[in-house]
């Protein structure tokens, strides 16, 4: 059983950049991949990133390549979401979730946080 907490979220203007944060309870963190999910008012859920349990290999959506960055640190139970030259379209609730193994898909993943908001205002 993994619980997922994000923080970090908040209200900046376009160009400008977020961390956005999602710590971990539990022992086994280090055994799941991580993933970062977002979903806009009124569209679906969308794939923004993954990284797998090490560390040492990242994906990303089209949509943020470039732009954003996964990292985790273990020791401290805690993976990151760095979102730079945030643009008025990356307006969403920003979700973590865990798995056994990256996958670019939300049903491949058990585990979810509650969600934190981000606005980028034009």
């Known amino acids: 059983q993994v619980q997922l907490v994000e923080s970090g979220g908040g209200l900046v203007q376009a160009g400008g950049s977020l961390r956005l944060s999602c710590a971990a309870s539990g022992r086994t963190f280090s055994s799941y991949a991580m993933g970062w999910f977002r979903q806009a008012s009124g569209k679906e859920r969308e794939f923004v990133g993954a990284i797998n349990w090490s560390g040492d290999t990242t994906v990303y959506g089209d949509s943020v390549k470039g732009r954003f960055t996964i990292s985790r640190d273990n020791a401290k139970n805690t993976v990151y979401l760095q979102m730079n030259s945030l643009k008025p379209e990356d307006t969403a609730a920003y979700y973590c979730?865990?798995?056994?193994?990256?996958?670019?898909?939300?049903?491949?993943?058990?585990?979810w946080g509650q969600g934190t908001q981000v606005t980028v205002s034009s």
């Open positions: 979730a865990a798995a056994g193994r990256m996958g670019w898909g939300g049903h491949e993943y058990n585990y």
